[in-house]
């Protein structure tokens, strides 16, 4: 998954899309605090330009953490 995943004409058709992603996410058992500590990862600028601030360590290491 990139900055933009897909492009719709639309806001109904937007918030079909963002439905079918999150069921898809789901389906996978997928954990948004280790996606969203990638994402911030990978694109610090992007993501102090519009106000969300890079993790501390400790957030890195418990979104990181074994869940075994």
Do not use: H, Q
Request: one cysteine or more; a negative charge.
């Amino acid at each position: 998954m990139g900055v933009v995943d897909v492009v719709c004409p639309g806001a109904p058709e937007t918030a079909a899309e963002a439905l079918r992603l999150a069921e898809e996410l789901a389906t996978r058992k997928w954990d948004g605090a280790v996606y969203v500590s990638i994402r911030i990862s990978m694109f610090p600028d992007a993501c102090r330009s519009v106000g969300i601030v890079e993790e501390s360590d400790e957030e890195k290491a418990r979104n990181f953490a074994s869940k075994l």
